[in-house]
């Protein structure tokens, strides 16, 4: 069993950076690849970031291209979001999941065995 624990969300003002991270536990880290997700109320959960076992990017959503920035650290179990010039539309709790298709660049929730909590992120203009 694979554990993934979120942290880093909160309340942010729009134009603000903010760094997410996910602790993972319970299996060896890189036989996984990582995504984040996020879901807005009344929303379908959409893919964001992500990041292959041996720190090669999945291509980001565009609706965050250019300003979310997906980074992990095989040595320490961890995996992190940098969202820069946030917007009230990036508000949303997001997740991190891990995925056993290591290999490819998944991006369909399907694809992603475990999940996170989630953390809140809200974003006020």
């Known amino acids: 069993q694979v554990q993934l624990v979120e942290s880093g969300g909160g309340l942010v003002q729009a134009g603000d950076s903010l760094t997410l991270s996910c602790a993972v536990s319970g299996r060896t880290f890189t036989n996984y690849a990582m995504g984040w997700f996020r879901q807005a109320p009344e929303k379908e959960r959409e893919f964001v970031a992500g990041i292959l076992w041996n720190r090669s990017n999945t291509p980001n959503s565009a609706s965050v291209e250019g300003r979310f920035t997906c980074s992990r650290d095989n040595a320490k179990n961890t995996v992190t979001l940098r969202i820069n010039s946030m917007k009230p539309e990036d508000t949303a709790v997001y997740y991190c999941?891990?995925?056993?298709?290591?290999?490819?660049?998944?991006?369909?929730?399907?694809?992603?065995?475990?999940w996170g909590q989630g953390t809140q992120v809200t974003v006020s203009s």
């Open positions: 999941a891990a995925s056993l298709y290591r290999h490819l660049r998944p991006r369909e929730v399907s694809r992603y065995s475990y």
